[in-house]
């Protein structure tokens, strides 16, 4: 894990600019918001996700997250199947706040073409810099 000015970056994770994480298990993905989204969108109040066994396409959007501040489109880090949705973030929105790298993951995704769509996303060094540049321009 490493802090880029205040915001967690865990290592062994893809990131998207749509301020999404990605952690590849095994044959499937679970997909989360980063460290940096929640706090820039401050208090979660409500997450609208897919239903499992709904097709999802990379940089598409799948899902709203609304906070205090705003609505923001959820955006598919790859395509494939939604296998499973986490129910708590549903129904108790904060846990994306408060555990955005545990307890608050969003789905669970079956990749229908990973090894090529994670060459879309970043890596753990990439998302460093990314986020360093963000801070610097922020």
């Known amino acids: 894990m490493v802090k880029v000015d205040g915001y967690e970056v865990p290592e062994g994770l893809y990131y998207t600019k749509d ?7 095994g044959d499937k993905v679970r997909v989360g918001l980063t460290d940096y989204a929640q706090k820039q969108l401050r208090e979660v109040v ?20 609304e906070s205090v501040k705003a609505v923001s489109d959820l955006v598919a880090p790859v395509s494939g199947t939604v296998e499973e949705v986490n129910e708590e973030v549903q129904s108790s929105p904060e846990i994306l706040n408060e555990d955005p790298y545990g307890k608050g993951w969003l789905l669970i995704i079956k990749p229908s073409n990973l090894q090529a769509e994670l060459a879309n996303v970043m890596d753990f060094n990439q998302a460093v810099e990314w986020h360093k540049t963000l801070i610097k321009e922020g």
């Open 46 to 65: 409500y997450a609208e996700l897919p239903e499992p066994g709904t097709s999802v396409t990379q940089k598409e959007p799948y899902g709203t997250v």
């Open 19 to 25: 301020w999404e994480w990605v952690k590849v298990e």
